[in-house]
């Protein structure tokens, strides 16, 4: 396999919000650009050299024809070069993650959701800005990373490494999900959900962390417990084993 072409997710994610103050500017065509300039992998160290210059260079260049907005204005390019630089990151909507310790939640599970703006469930699969991860307990919901999609999208099969960013996810909420991408998510043990209206992630989760106490059968094999609608007949079987 070959190296990732960035080096971090600082560095990703300043790179997707860079593309985003573009108009909105391809992601994987501006990756490619980036690359070209600065060679990989491209770090934090490195993208913080950018000056605004070089980015309207970068713009007004061979990928202009690969759909990369040139006609930006002066103050979008200082902007993106700004968060290249990692400057105003706090400003932006990738919310803030909880604290969160691994193991201090026993009993729940991890849960990847698709998403474009804030805290919300807005994002298709394949083409969603970033995964919000959290760990739903029947006690607690905690945001505990934001995960850009940038790197996953440098790679030569998207949906792949895409599915391996939230493999350590039991779920993914998506609003759509095409069905080999659906296939290659269950490959890696995730179980997709789709909620096409979407809508606040948490309340969406809401709905989820109240079934854990007594779940369905998809549910209660996730979390490898018995079904509710399998357990009276499994005390049933408990009773008469110990009579």
């Not at 997707?16 to 690359?35: I, Y």
């Not at 759909?67 to 105003?88: M, T, Y």
């Not at 809508?199 to 109240?210: D, H, K, P, T, Y």
Request: glycine share 8%; aromatic share 4%.
């Amino acid at each position: 396999m070959s190296e990732s072409p960035i080096a971090s997710r600082e560095a990703a994610l300043r790179i997707a919000l860079a593309a985003r103050a573009l108009n909105g500017l391809d992601v994987r065509a501006f990756v490619s650009a980036l690359l070209e300039k600065l060679e990989s992998p491209l770090s934090e160290a490195k993208l913080a050299k950018l000056t605004v210059e070089d980015l309207r260079l970068i713009l007004a260049g061979d990928f202009a024809e690969q759909g990369c907005h040139v006609g930006v204005e002066g103050e979008q390019l200082k902007e993106a070069v700004r968060l290249l630089w990692g400057e105003g990151l706090e400003n932006n909507d990738f919310p803030a993650v909880d604290a969160y310790s691994e193991g201090e939640m026993p009993g729940s599970i991890r849960v990847a959701v698709a998403a474009n703006r804030g805290e919300n469930l807005d994002g298709h699969f394949g083409s969603c800005d970033r995964f919000l991860v959290y760990q739903v307990g029947q006690q607690a919901i905690k945001l505990i990373d934001v995960r850009s999609t940038v790197e996953a999208d440098a790679a030569e099969d998207k949906n792949a490494a895409r599915s391996a960013l939230i493999g350590d996810c039991q779920i993914v909420y998506v609003q759509s999900i095409g069905g080999p991408a659906a296939a290659k998510v269950v490959r890696a043990g995730v179980h997709p959900v789709k909620k096409p209206a979407g809508g606040v992630a948490r309340e969406v989760l809401l709905e989820l962390q109240q079934r854990l106490s007594s779940p369905p059968p998809w549910l209660a094999q996730i979390m490898g417990v018995p079904a509710a609608s399998l357990a009276r007949f499994e005390e049933s079987i408990a009773e008469e084993d110990a009579s």
